[in-house]
T-cell receptor, first 115, second 117 residues
């Protein structure tokens, strides 16, 4: 079974530029999560989708971050404009359903460096 | 809001020995889940073990076991017969049982475990 796919794996941009990350969850997984992992810290949830609807985006900086999950499968996370403090690894995870017993499977992440 | 604290930024252990990683959490919830995740240098996060708060029996997965103390809000991970492949960052995580659709993980800052040959 294929795992969670993410691209690109690495991205370097200048501040104030825009960037987009892509995630393809495990086939059949209804729930998709985007986490931000700043160096030296644990991942922090940015947004959770259930199919193509948003469940939780309370920690998403909506003035610069946006995310969508059209058709309830792939998802994209966009930052516009980027700031230095956005340098982090962006992790996508998916689970079969939204429940505590459904394991969240993580992708390899996209490492973003903002100069 | 829930918080997860891992007080050991780094630990090391000799191959074949046993090591225990500490985790405490703060919550007013009664129903929740606790997890230990492993993040090897390649950075793909992998679930190690899960504990449901309503279960008094400590979870075990092969060489990995937990010591869950609900009253003390403590959730430590014991790795027996440590192997070189256990070298990784280990994250303790909390998940509230919301009863709805919101099942986000709240992570601690992690403990970097190095297994020495």
């Amino acid at each position: 079974e294929a795992g969670v796919a993410q691209s690109p794996r690495y991205k370097i941009i200048e501040k104030r530029q825009s960037v987009a990350f892509w995630c393809n969850p495990i086939s059949g997984h209804a729930t998709l999560y985007w986490y931000q992992q700043i160096l030296g810290q644990g991942p922090k949830l940015l947004i959770q989708f259930q199919n193509n609807g948003v469940v939780d985006d309370s920690q998403l900086p909506k003035d610069r971050f946006s995310a969508e999950r059209l058709k309830g499968v792939d998802s994209t996370l966009k930052i516009q404009p980027a700031k230095l403090e956005d340098s982090a690894v962006y992790l996508c995870a998916s689970s079969l359903e939204a429940s505590g017993s459904a394991e969240q499977f993580f992708g390899p992440g996209t490492r973003l460096t903002v100069l | 809001a829930q918080t997860v604290t891992q007080s050991q930024p780094e630990m090391s252990v000799q191959e074949a020995e046993t090591v225990t990683l500490s985790c405490t959490y703060d919550t007013s919830e009664n129903n929740y889940y606790l997890f230990w995740y492993k993040q090897p240098p390649s950075r793909q996060m992998i679930l190690v073990i899960r504990q449901e708060a309503y279960k008094q029996q400590n979870a075990t997965e092969n060489r990995f076991s937990v010591n869950f103390q609900k009253a003390a809000k403590s959730f430590s991970l014991k790795i027996s017969d440590s192997q070189l492949g256990d070298t990784a960052m280990y994250f303790c995580a909390f998940m509230r049982d919301s009863g709805g659709s919101n099942y986000k993980l709240t992570f601690g800052k992690g403990t970097l475990l190095t297994v020495n040959p």
